[in-house]
């Protein structure tokens, strides 16, 4: 179809296009992925890929041009400047200009991000804040009960998900799925001018002082952390990873983690989105980004054990106190790889928790009533405690059985909760 006509078209159908001359639409683009009501696209913005979704009310560029490829855009979704490519918007998700999102996000209903935002494989769990000039690649964050009681992450904030070694196994939890999608839990608060080095796993209700840069684990929560960077010296040997049992053991709980997010949305959030072309493909979204949370993870995790061979021969001729311990650790878990890679990978997760779910559902269903994609916060909100609690138990359930499945076949890397 002529481009000129695609606009003419839209114009008649009721998009609002300011400035018509200004504004790019890919041929592939669907023409009826484009919803024709209270759609905004200001001057600059390009729309490509035969994926891509807008819902009713979404608004492009209003600060500055917006590139998406195969994105997904619900309800309300307001992008005001950017690139951002095969992720997925839930219903009133706001981004300011200069972002940069890349593939595998998802963020869902009532996510604000601020100006100038690097997201990469990053889930954002409802009303999450996000400052400005922001680099949080490789991150789940939940926490919070409502837009004015949400988590929040300071300006100038680090995730670093790259390391010295050059690997990017470094998924950070910040908060945990199993309580999180309650929409139950106190907010987490990382503050300005910090960072995060993944992989990291971080409770709800912590507090972090600005400035600080977490290199520890505060899974249980409620604590304030203030870290002021510590200056010292140590040997660096490029390719030797000496302790890599917390690595790998935060790791499999990220991964676990993401199984029990699929599951949830496979059996509840399902639920929330109708039958409706646009809702089909949101859906479509939502999996692509979660399947694919779940294979970079594993990918990632894998090219970890693969570096143990030249880790191990390294630390060989080490100085290290506790080499042999670190060397048997090394050892477990690259010649454990297939195995702990067939517990990750192989749909366990389908077989846990499946009484606490089934009781779930059947609460959610009496409680709910007719379901629609804008009723699932009120939903949530709504249920009776007694349900939330075996909502939360069925994803433990496969939080745990996961990672105990993975965690067994090297014990040497377990570190704890």
Not at 328 to 352: D, M, N, Y
């Amino acid at each position: 179809m002529n481009l000129k006509v695609w606009t003419k078209e839209l114009i008649a159908q009721g998009v609002r296009i300011p400035s018509p001359f200004m504004v790019d639409i890919g041929e592939e683009v669907r023409p009826n992925r484009i919803s024709t009501k209270g759609v905004v696209l200001h001057p600059g913005t390009r729309i490509y890929g035969e994926k891509t979704v807008i819902a009713p009310n979404v608004k492009l560029s209003e600060e500055g041009p917006v590139i998406i490829v195969n994105c997904r855009l619900g309800s309300g979704v307001e992008l005001k400047g950017g690139y951002f490519r095969e992720s997925t918007f839930l219903e009133n998700v706001s981004v300011g200009s200069g972002a940069q999102i890349r593939e595998a996000c998802l963020l869902e209903e009532q996510v604000t991000v601020g100006h100038t935002v690097g997201l990469k494989q990053t889930i954002l769990f409802p009303f999450v804040t996000l400052g400005s000039m922001i680099n949080f690649c490789d991150c789940l964050m939940a926490g919070g009960t409502c837009r004015k009681n949400h988590s929040e992450v300071g300006s100038s904030y680090i995730h670093f998900n790259f390391t010295p070694q050059q690997d990017k196994a470094t998924p950070s939890l910040i908060g945990d799925v199993p309580r999180g999608v309650m929409l139950r839990n106190s907010p987490i608060f990382l503050g300005g001018q910090g960072g995060m080095i993944g992989p990291a796993r971080i409770g709800f209700g912590t507090v972090t002082t600005a400035g600080t840069v977490l290199r520890r684990d505060c899974p249980e929560g409620g604590k304030i952390i203030s870290e002021a960077t510590q200056n010292y010296k140590r040997d660096f040997v490029t390719g030797c990873y000496g302790d890599v049992a917390r690595r790998v053991h935060n790791n499999i709980i990220y991964i676990a983690n993401i199984l029990a997010l699929r599951e949830w949305y496979r059996h509840v959030r399902r639920l929330f989105f109708t039958t409706q072309p646009t809702d089909i493909d949101l859906w479509s979204g939502v999996m692509d980004a979660i399947n694919s949370a779940v294979d970079e993870r594993i990918s990632r995790l894998q090219g970890l054990s693969k570096k143990m061979e030249d880790s191990i021969r390294l630390l060989v001729g080490h100085k290290h106190q506790k080499k042999s311990l670190l060397i048997r650790r090394q050892v477990q878990f690259i010649t454990q790889w297939p195995e702990i890679e067939t517990a990750l990978a192989g749909g366990a997760e389908k077989s846990f928790g499946t009484r606490q779910r089934d009781r779930f559902l059947k609460d959610l269903e009496k409680n709910v009533g007719e379901f629609c994609t804008s009723a699932y916060i009120p939903a949530i909100q709504g249920l009776k405690e007694e349900a939330c609690t075996m909502g939360t138990s069925w994803l433990n359930e496969i939080v745990t059985g996961i990672t105990n499945l993975a965690m067994e076949r090297i014990p040497l890397c377990n570190v704890g909760p």
